[in-house]
């Protein structure tokens, strides 16, 4: 995960005193929502065949690589060393590399052409979300694939959504208390430890932003999925809260390709394009 790309030493400090609990928390092939519905739908989108090459920014400890199939050619960046550490020792592929790197900055890496790129639930912890996607353009082939996955931006912002209880209707519903500005909320890592627990950042934004930044960076968008959970409850709630899984989602996924010609408007504008 990355954190913003304001200042070295911010970005040396977010994401990595909390490196041993992500890896722990996430484990080597992912917590379940990874497992049942983030990774699954990922592959789904990126459609990989083995001719493939896939550039994967803000990797954490690379539960994305140990998914893919091994023919593909597989590049990892992630700002956190001790993530990176981690995802090496799990590399046994000599088709595979990973790499600490700042991928708001330009990529140390040499390989261009990739022909396809991801996102995993990393670009909401990223302040500015544009230099992470110019340096995706700048590395994809033309036509090339990204696939971002997010926690849904209209429903999972955090300390500013939240579930309620209609009790006359027998209802879950989700409340929504800020939505159309962008926002910089810290993030408790391991609320076992009070103050004691580092802080992340999380940075909310608009699904119209998400729109805006793809199409600044030269990228035209395919598809939007909007991904619920599969858990399934039981006991005298289970009806309401089966109800609001299936009709609230917890994660937004983008497909979108890199344009190959230049766009030019009506007025002789080009606004994006490569």
């Not at 928390?25 to 917590?31: A, L, Y």
């Amino acid at each position: 995960m990355n954190p913003p790309p304001t200042s070295v030493n911010r970005q040396n400090t977010s994401w990595q005193p909390v490196s041993k609990w992500y890896t722990k928390t996430v484990g080597e092939s992912g917590n379940y929502y990874h497992q049942h519905v983030v990774i699954p739908a990922v592959l789904r989108l990126l459609n990989l065949s083995e001719n493939s090459s896939l550039l994967d920014l803000a990797c954490g400890q690379g539960v994305l690589e140990r998914q893919i199939p091994p023919s593909v050619y597989y590049q990892g960046i992630d700002i956190s060393p001790s993530l990176i550490q981690y995802a090496k020792a799990q590399i046994h592929n000599p088709n595979h590399h990973v790499v600490v790197g700042n991928v708001t900055r330009p990529l140390p890496i040499a390989k261009t052409g990739f022909t396809h790129a991801a996102i995993v639930l990393a670009l909401q912890n990223i302040e500015e979300p544009e230099p992470i996607l110019k340096q995706v353009a700048e590395r994809l082939a033309p036509n090339g694939t990204l696939v971002l996955m997010l926690n849904h931006p209209a429903f999972r912002i955090p300390r500013q959504s939240s579930w309620g209880i209609d009790e006359k209707n027998k209802l879950q519903f989700r409340r929504v208390d800020h939505y159309l500005t962008p926002l910089k909320i810290p993030i408790t890592a391991e609320p076992s430890k009070g103050q004691r627990s580092a802080i992340v950042w999380s940075y909310h934004q608009p699904m119209s932003a998400y729109r805006a930044f793809l199409q600044k960076a030269g990228f035209v968008i395919e598809i939007i999925e909007e991904l619920g959970s599969d858990k399934v409850s039981v006991g005298k709630a289970a009806k309401m809260e089966n109800r609001s899984r299936v009709e609230f989602p917890l994660f937004m996924a983008i497909k979108a390709r890199k344009v190959s010609i230049t766009v030019v408007d009506v007025v002789g504008h080009i606004p994006f394009g490569s």
